[in-house]
């Protein structure tokens, strides 16, 4: 017994070739025979439009693949970033996002997501307001890259890198565990200090401090060894994936092709 739901079946089934359906579509992606008896002509225009488009509502972006797309070294771009006292970290989360804009003029279907950033706007964040700023840099680079990946056709196995409220809240972790590291320390020396000028014992309380920051610094390098994690995984998801969008490209093959999930994305 079919059971209706707003006048459609709940349990879906071809009426042409019997296979059960996971999605209601007005065509079956297995005999691709059109339901005409659930759906009306204009639905089944309006599902088509979504994959071949013919009405000019929205602006089609851009198609450029004048620029060549590049793979980063994630542990390059982290000893600079170390040998920069964090600077040069920053100039990598400027690179990638720049390397995102330049993924995005790649061909891309009217479904999937766009991994585009305001370059200048990220910049002046960074400039302005320093690892506050990273925090919301993160958030946009790690949810673009995931609903990207997501809705770009399969290739291999999933990987996604982390979600952005995810890595929006271990940045605001590792800068709360910073700030009270550098609060600590300063507190420990005013301490000493006193203890110096104003003869009393101020030892044990110069003591308790160092513990404290040392404590915090354990937890800092915790939670910064996992953000280091992710941020290596970030990378690798990237770099295969535009080495998957090259490849489409050298073997002439459509992003819209069955035969796109078939490129291998791994360097040959
Ligand atoms: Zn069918
Ligand atoms: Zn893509």
Redesign the pocket.
Known sequence: MTKYFLGRPLNIA?N??K?PLQKDVPI?P??R?VRTDQYSRDELFDYLEEFFPTRLTHKKKPVSTAKRLKTRDFWEWYSFGIFTFGIGYYIYLLVTLKDMNDHWDYPHGSYETTTKNDLFTSFLLLLTTSFFGAIIIQYNRYQKLYTHILNAPRVGSLRVPLRGKSIFWLFVLQTILFLALVALIFFGISAFLAGMFFEFNSLWITLLFLIGSGLILVLYFLVHILIVIFEREWQSIFNDHIIWHMQLEAKNVSIFSPLAKDINYKKT
């Open positions: 071809c042409n070739c296979t079956c297995y005999c025979v």
